[in-house]
């Protein structure tokens, strides 16, 4: 399965510090896709790092690929409450569908 | 532009029965998929609708079904109901099909319960 794993599976950090979450995957892609999902709700998409990118930014949120360790990470810095959520990530390779990691929980304590 | 959107977005049925979602992409989205998400299982995908033909179909009963209209607007079916079926249902849309590099866009959900 292309299916990617989130690490940690949860996170809980004080308000005003910095979230890492890495994701890995198993088979080449050609973007890697970040979801913020707050409970029980839709799926939002955060950022679009495609497979010959390395580092993107937006906003607060930063996001890295190693496509050679197939993996990425999510910092989120300078966190604030209402980034507690759920975040996925999403791989999709051309003609294949897309495959959704298992998720982190944040949660930022104010 | 208007989301997507579903409906309904709470039901509650019982073993045995069926049940048909309902989901409307963004206006000018050709591609509509489904995901189930349980707390155990996660985001499974269920299938991708593109131009009313479906491209791709995930591992699922074929007690699990859908269909997608001329205007984009896509159903799933879901025929008699298990207790395992109780779930959040996702419905995303996007522009071009999964794996074109596109981003979905998906629907607040619909939060089915079996009872």
Known sequence: ?110 | KAGVTQTPRYLIKTRGQQVTLSCSPISGHRSVSWYQQTPGQGLQFLFEYFSETQRNKGNFPGRFSGRQFSNSRSEMNVSTLELGDSALYLCASSFTPQGGSDTQYFGPGTRLTVL
Request: charged share 20%; proline share 2%; net charge positive.
């Open chain 1, 1 to 110: 399965s292309q299916q990617g794993e989130e690490d940690p599976q949860a996170l809980s950090i004080q308000e005003g510090e910095n979230a890492t979450m890495n994701c890995s995957y198993k088979t080449s892609i050609n973007n890697l896709q970040w979801y913020r999902q707050n409970s029980g709700r839709g799926l939002v998409h955060l950022i679009l790092i495609r497979s010959n990118e390395r580092e993107k930014h937006s906003g607060r949120l930063r996001v890295t690929l190693d496509t050679s360790k197939k993996s990425s990470s999510l910092l989120i810095t300078a966190s604030r409450a209402a980034d507690t959520a759920s975040y996925f990530c999403a791989t999709d390779k051309a003609g294949n569908q897309f495959y959704f990691g298992t998720g982190t929980s944040l949660t930022v304590i104010p």
